[in-house]
């Protein structure tokens, strides 16, 4: 099966700055990789997604790159506000039997 | 009802006592899906159904049940509850699973399940 790694586990930046999430996959065949914030006692909501075909994908402050030949992609937030503290989730999948997840990364906005 | 809705939002629960949980979508998607989040461990695919009539086993599986009897309705069983499935517990659907079709999947707010 798919195994998803996520790193790192926690971050911190200045408020301002950028921050940047890493995740690897295992499994070639997964071909959908988005990407999830999830705020304290909520749901994860998803804020941006790539498909295979597609090696980069922005979204105002938020973009996503993916390498398909290194087998990983990566959540870029430029200009840090506070309400980006929240923990995020990578994800791979594209099979029927639904996404595997990272670990999640708990970022923290300093102001 | 807008999206996906889950009952209880909580529950405490003594080890041995039968539990379902419930989640239900008014999307009218083919695809729903059972994680556990625990801390450390992210989420965790539990069971799954691509569609109404079928299910199929995700990565812990072991003491869960599910049933998809109709398009809305994906309940999750807990026959005989036991510690270790102390958890917070997501439902999310999608439209579809698989393939150029994968597409985003859409989550409830939870329910937090205590076993004691």
Known sequence: GENVEQHPSTLSVQEGDSAVIKCTYSDSASNYFPWYKQELGKGPQ???????NVGEKKDQRIAVTLNKTAKHFSL??????????????????????GLTFGKGTHLIIQP | IAGITQAPTSQILAAGR?????????????????????????????????TAGTTGKGEVPDGYSVSRA?????????????????????????VASGGADYNEQFFGPGTRLTVL
């Not at chain 1, 998803?46 to 295979?52: A, H, M």
């Not at chain 2, 309705?73 to 999608?94: G, H, K, M, R």
Request: glycine fraction near 6%.
């Open chain 1, 46 to 52: 998803l804020i941006i997604d790539i498909r295979s």
């Open chain 1, 76 to 97: 870029h937030i430029t200009e840090t506000q506070p309400e980006d503290s929240a923990v995020y989730f990578c994800a791979a999948g594209g099979g029927a039997d």
């Open chain 2, 18 to 50: 039968r539990m379902t949980l419930r989640c239900t979508q008014d999307m009218r998607h083919n695809a729903m899906y059972w994680y556990r989040q625990d801390l450390g461990l992210g989420l965790r695919l539990i069971h799954y159904s691509n």
């Open chain 2, 70 to 94: 109709n398009t809305d309705d994906f309940p999750l069983t807990l026959a005989s509850a036991v510690p270790s499935q102390t958890s917070v517990y997501f439902c999310a659907s999608s």
